[in-house]
């Protein structure tokens, strides 16, 4: 079982910055591909951001290109999102999400992903 832990987020004006940590435990996610998904109040659960298992694919939502950055630490077992020009409609409740063992390549849909965190909330105000 691979425990995820998210941190970092908070209440942050628009067109500031914040950075997503996701902490893994129980295993290494070496191999796995990671991702980063968000929920609006009312809203479904939506796919932000993942990266491929040493980092160098990566797919994002097209409202967040060119702002958010996904990156990965595996000798740290550590996922980050690196958010900016952070805009209102990006607050939500964000999760990190594991695939599994040897998925290598980044995935879009929710249902590719077998381990959750809890959840950071981000506000951005406007």
């Known amino acids: 079982q691979v425990q995820l832990v998210e941190s970092g987020g908070g209440l942050v004006q628009a067109g500031g910055s914040l950075r997503l940590s996701c902490a893994a435990s129980?295993?290494?996610?070496?191999?796995?591909?990671m991702g980063w998904f968000r929920q609006a109040p009312g809203k479904e659960r939506e796919f932000v951001a993942a990266?491929?298992?040493?980092?160098?694919?990566?797919l994002y939502t097209d409202s967040v290109k060119g702002r958010f950055t996904i990156s990965r630490d595996n000798a740290k077992n550590t996922v980050a999102l690196q958010m900016n020009s952070l805009k209102p409609e990006d607050t939500a409740v964000y999760y990190c999400?594991?695939?599994?063992?040897?998925?290598?390549?980044?995935?879009?849909?929710?249902?590719?992903?077998?381990?959750w965190g809890q959840g950071t909330r981000v506000t951005v105000s406007s």
């Open positions: 999400a594991a695939a599994g063992r040897n998925t290598f390549l980044p995935k879009r849909g929710p249902s590719d992903y077998n381990y």
């Open positions: 129980g295993r290494t996610i070496s191999s796995y591909a």
């Open positions: 990266g491929s298992w040493d980092g160098t694919n990566t």
